[in-house]
């Protein structure tokens, strides 16, 4: 089909008084308009046809689809998500508000803060269909629709982010009271359990994740350490402010606003405290049932008891150690003073024997000579002169030897009585010690000539 040239349409005039920055100016001309053939595909398809087979106009099939979805949505209302109604429930005041549970109100009562948005609209929708002011007033219902008004106000609520958290903030409903002592003490997988539940709830106000959780009997000492810091230390973010008393909103009343809003400060500052010391006190009673706990102390208690015990069997052990070293160093040390007087006796002994050996042998080599009749024929007598030159030979010679020397010549002396032997052997020693340089031949008188 041939596309139609079309004009450009006049604009209709500004009103009086409009400006338009920088003017107004066309800039092209409308697209000529295309005859297109469309064919229906998917749902629209589907609905083509069903309206081809039932031979039912646009109108029609979308009405009989609406009973029909209606229907399909009031006998699947009994679903998961679904609670019963009590009267006390359906009586509530809408302008009370503020004081309803909005998840109880929607019946997503077990679902509360995990609720998702696709639960929430699927039983927003249940409840409209349910509680709809024309279907009760269809029905000859006398129910008023402040109940209605209350399903709008909690869908309002729990659709809305912001408005959502701060509800969700005071939301006592999903908080799990805890267990009781008697409760608690029936067994550790009791006292894990119940205790977890309590803690799991009182995680969703957490900022910071994952939040650690209780674990079990078989839990570290690092694990249940990071537990009880993590929940001492817990940093929440509930704020209490959906429990604020109305701000006024005219600007005539500033002081009553300014005084509001501090009231709903201090309020807020209050309650977080006192929640605070609330989470503090669950944390402690936890921490007083829990088992692990005591355990850990008992083997605190044994390691250093071990410590200790180590310790101590290390210093009495070093002491017997430095004892035994002591008294080894005793024993050694007197085991060398009476070596040393030992040593000392025995030289002294020795000394005396070498002295009393030189006086011997002084007494041998004099009384060789002696013997020998100082070196005269046998039967002449040896007058004072011959006797003082002998003897003071002897002295002289003995006095130029030492006493190995001595001893060698008293032996060589020893047994020997004649004049010409005797005087033999006392020459070969001079002549030794002459050879030897210790005496000249000269400063002997008589032995050695």
């Known amino acids: 089909m041939a596309a139609a040239e079309t004009e450009l349409p006049v604009l209709p005039a500004l009103p009086e008084g409009g400006h338009i920055e920088g003017g107004f100016?066309?800039?092209?001309?409308?697209?000529?308009?295309?005859?297109?053939?469309?064919?229906?595909?998917?749902?629209?398809?589907?609905?083509?046809?069903?309206?081809?087979?039932?031979?039912?106009?646009?109108?029609?099939?979308e009405r009989i689809e609406a009973q029909r979805n209606v229907k399909v949505v009031e006998e699947d209302d009994t679903g998961e998500i679904s609670e019963p109604e009590n009267e006390l429930m359906l009586s509530r005041d809408a302008k009370d508000w503020k004081a309803q549970d909005h998840y109880a109100v929607l019946g997503l009562s077990k679902y509360r803060y995990r609720a998702t948005e696709s639960q929430i609209k699927t039983a927003h929708r249940k409840k409209v269909l349910r509680h709809h002011p024309d279907k009760r007033a269809a029905t000859g219902s006398s129910e008023d629709d402040s109940f209605?008004?209350?399903?709008?106000?909690?869908?309002?609520?729990?659709?809305?982010?912001?408005?959502?958290?701060?509800?969700?903030?005071?939301?006592?409903?999903?908080?799990?009271?805890p267990?009781?002592?008697?409760?608690?003490?029936?067994?550790?997988?009791?006292?894990?359990?119940?205790?977890?539940?309590?803690?799991?709830?009182?995680?969703?106000?957490?900022r910071t994740s994952p939040v650690p959780r209780l674990g079990n009997e078989k839990s570290s000492k690092e694990e249940v350490e990071n537990f009880y810091n993590y929940w001492y230390n817990f940093d929440s973010w509930r704020s209490f402010e959906y429990q604020d008393e109305d701000v006024p909103d005219d600007n005539e009343n500033r002081d009553q606003k300014r005084?509001?809003?501090?009231?709903?400060?201090?309020?807020?500052?209050?309650?977080?405290?006192?929640?605070t010391a609330r989470l503090r006190n669950l944390v402690d009673e936890c921490m007083k049932g829990d088992e692990r706990?005591?355990?850990?102390?008992?083997?605190?208690?044994?390691?250093?008891?071990?410590?200790?015990?180590?310790r101590e069997e290390a210093e009495r052990k070093e002491k017997e150690d430095a004892k035994k070293k002591r008294e080894e160093e005793e024993r050694l040390k007197k085991e060398q003073e009476e070596a040393q007087k030992?040593?000392?006796?025995?030289?002294?002994?020795?000394?005396?024997?070498?002295?009393?050996?030189?006086?011997?042998?002084?007494?041998?080599?004099?009384?060789?000579?002696?013997?020998?009749?100082y070196l005269l024929p046998e039967g002449q007598e040896a007058g004072a002169k011959r006797v003082d030159e002998v003897l003071g030979d002897v002295d002289f010679i003995m006095g130029k030897i030492d006493n190995e020397e001595l001893a060698a010549l008293a032996g060589r002396l020893n047994g020997l009585k004649v004049a010409e032997e005797v005087g033999s052997v006392w020459g070969d020693e001079a002549r030794r010690l002459e050879a030897a340089g210790k005496l000249r031949a000269a400063e002997m008188k008589v032995l050695g000539r």
């Open 259 to 275: 005084h509001v809003e501090r009231k709903n400060n201090n309020a807020r500052k209050k309650k977080k405290t006192e929640d």
């Open 293 to 310: 706990i005591k355990n850990f102390k008992k083997q605190e208690r044994a390691g250093r008891d071990r410590k200790r015990l180590e």
């Open 148 to 177: 209605f008004k209350c399903i709008q106000k909690a869908f309002e609520i729990l659709m809305d982010p912001v408005k959502r958290r701060q509800f969700d903030s005071v939301d006592d409903g999903a908080n799990v009271d």
């Open 179 to 206: 267990p009781s002592k008697k409760q608690a003490s029936k067994s550790q997988a009791q006292f894990f359990k119940l205790w977890n539940q309590v803690f799991d709830a009182e995680a969703r106000f957490s």
């Open 25 to 61: 100016r066309a800039v092209s001309k409308l697209s000529p308009p295309v005859m297109r053939k469309l064919e229906p595909v998917g749902p629209h398809f589907l609905a083509y046809a069903r309206r081809k087979l039932h031979k039912r106009t646009f109108s029609e099939d």
């Open 342 to 373: 030992k040593g000392r006796e025995e030289g002294k002994k020795a000394k005396e024997a070498a002295k009393n050996a030189v006086k011997k042998n002084k007494r041998v080599l004099k009384g060789s000579v002696k013997d020998a009749n």
